[in-house]
């Protein structure tokens, strides 16, 4: 295969190998298998197909279809398959439908992602960027794994990075690939992260106004919505003036639902208030 253009250092060459027995291909057949890379006339690098450096996937159906993907190191304009030290067309046994160039499939990053998954909560802005963007090219978001629509609201440098809005709770899988020279076809496979928008917790408070004059206050949680499990606690000015400290710190919610806090010494009678924030 001969390229009009080099390849980008990290590329990888894609082949689709079928016996043409139509039956599994033999490992000692695949081990004979050669790739060889040029940049004009100068090798580059030189594969077998038991080379640490590739990947072999046997794909879905009936015909026995191998995806064969080689990882490169250096940039290269030319590939040349063949068997032992035969051209290809001396290849008995197997036939190769497809020879192709591909950018590394992009890598997609965010504080708290975890396998391409992150979890937030409703109102939370979340926002991802490509790892190591490669210069001069841009990057395409679209909502499905083949064709699909593509997102272009919230996407910007390039398709570098993207800020998903508008998320209500409910999960959410977004798809990038990598485009090169202003072409209409990817260079890349797409790849998938997927969002889990959870909703926002919520407690009710038995009774939550008290009259009291000194010791401990308690306060009942119940109808629980959305699994709280911590709470924290905001006074108005008025109350922390008075001496009533903020719990600014995500504390577990007892088992017993009871929350409590002691009246501050010598208060003023007044009326003072506050909000409790939970968070599951």
Not at 139 to 168: D, H
Not at 179 to 203: E, F
Not at 266 to 280: F, M, P, R, T
């Amino acid at each position: 295969g001969i390229y009009s253009s080099k390849s980008k250092v990290g590329d990888t060459i894609r082949l689709l190998l079928q016996n043409e027995n139509i039956g599994l291909l033999d490992a000692t057949l695949l081990s004979s298998l050669r790739v060889r890379t040029f940049d004009g006339s100068t090798e580059r690098q030189n594969f077998t197909l038991n080379s640490s450096l590739l990947s072999v996937q046997l794909l879905g159906g009936s015909n026995n279809q191998y995806s064969v993907s080689i990882s490169t190191s250096a940039s290269f304009d030319r590939v040349q398959i063949s068997i032992g030290d035969g051209l290809v067309n001396a290849l008995a046994g197997v036939r190769i439908y497809e020879m192709k160039r591909m950018a590394q499939t992009p890598l997609i990053e965010n504080s708290s992602i975890s396998g391409n998954q992150l979890n937030t909560c409703f109102g939370t802005a979340t926002s991802f960027t490509i790892l190591s963007p490669e210069a001069g090219a841009n990057y395409r978001w679209f909502n499905a794994p083949q064709e699909g629509s593509e997102i272009t609201t919230g996407v910007s440098n390039n398709g570098a990075s993207f800020s998903p809005t508008g998320l209500t709770p409910g999960t959410y899988s977004y798809y990038v690939a990598l485009y090169r020279n202003g072409c209409a076809d990817a260079v890349s496979d797409r790849a998938k992260v997927t969002i889990t928008v959870n909703p926002l917790p919520s407690i009710d408070i038995d009774s939550p106004s008290a009259c009291i004059e000194h010791g401990d206050v308690v306060f009942t949680l119940s109808n629980k919505q959305h699994a709280p499990i911590s709470y924290q606690i905001q006074w108005t000015q008025a109350a922390l003036d008075a001496g009533f400290p903020n719990i600014s710190t995500d504390t577990t919610i007892p088992a017993n639902n009871h929350i409590s806090f002691a009246i501050p010494a010598n208060i003023e009678a007044a009326h003072y208030s506050g909000s409790i924030i939970v968070k599951n």
